[in-house]
């Protein structure tokens, strides 16, 4: 089992969420899956681009110009990373990011757990904690676009395919 | 037939159309159609609030607090409008708006042409000018969620669904 310390051990509401902004959000971790492990979840955590470069590598995506994906940060409505840490030395491990109106529709994008630390309940926090964070800020229409392989990771997190027959489309240039 | 004056009479690249961000993008109209009737694009436009609701009504949306729409305005990375202009009134018939990382994606929403304006080609128009813009600026992954009855007018456009097997989302409260 994982979980969030502080985001599931909090009574009451959401409300202080944003009060948490700039903290790390410990995850509880199983000893027999994680060992000394320790990890935490972010908002706020500085991203050095090149360790999110090879966060992206390690899964196997196409490289992007680090000044495009800069920019695309900054405009993200929402950056999530989640840490490990050992001693004093830290290492991102997942990522995810969401646009947004802030009002009305967030859409998440690069959802990312090292292999390392798949398959441990890790993607799963994420999410949630994106969900959390954008739920927190009023924003209901929370939506994405998912790969194939991974269309029943979101399935099993409460998200639905053409819900009421509202279809995802991309444009191509024809 | 209904095109942009601006847009499409134009030589040469999309290089300059960001200098044409605070003008008025006449469009060419039939006047077998569309009479006397003068049409412009813009992206820069004030919107009155009162008049997007109205605009909203007239094609059956359901209302949403004035304030969450401005936010989602001043959030949006792209607000397109489209003008009747009569004498010195000025009336919106087109409205649609796009969030964005300002790098790699963009997303549409509130694609809207009043029903007396229907069937004439301007949301194609709109569309178009949408994407045009978007993609002078660099970003290549432009997106929607479209309502049933509206897929194949996108896919008109160039949309596609579920390109090599990836589905859109949305994430509902369990
Ligand atoms: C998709 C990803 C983020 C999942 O993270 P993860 O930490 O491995 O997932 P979790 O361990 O939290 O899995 C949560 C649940 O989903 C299931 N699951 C995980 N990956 C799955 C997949 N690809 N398909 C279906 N179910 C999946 C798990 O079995 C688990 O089920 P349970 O709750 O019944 O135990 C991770 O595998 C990843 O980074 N993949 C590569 C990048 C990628 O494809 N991202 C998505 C792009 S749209
Ligand atoms: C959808 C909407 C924006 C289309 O605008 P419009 O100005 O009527 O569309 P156009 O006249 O430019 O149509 C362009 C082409 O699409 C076709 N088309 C228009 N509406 C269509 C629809 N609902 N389904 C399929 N094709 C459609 C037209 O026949 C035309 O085809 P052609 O190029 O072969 O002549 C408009 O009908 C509208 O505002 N609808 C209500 C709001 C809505 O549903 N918005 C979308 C939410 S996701």
Known sequence: MVWLQKL??????DDNLEANNYERDWVSLDPEKFGNTKIYFSTHEQIDLYELEELCDSVG???????????????????VSAWEVKGTKKTMIGFARATSDHAFNATIWDVVIHPRFQNKGLGKVLMKYMIRKLRSDDISNVTLFADPQVVDFYRR??????????????WYPD
């Open 61 to 79: 995506w196409a490289r992007r110009p680090l000044r495009k994906v800069r920019k695309a940060l900054e405009h993200s409505y929402l950056v």
């Open 157 to 170: 997190l409460g998200f639905i395919l053409d819900p009421e027959g509202i279809k995802g489309m991309f």
């Open 8 to 13: 599931f051990t909090k009574t009451g509401s």
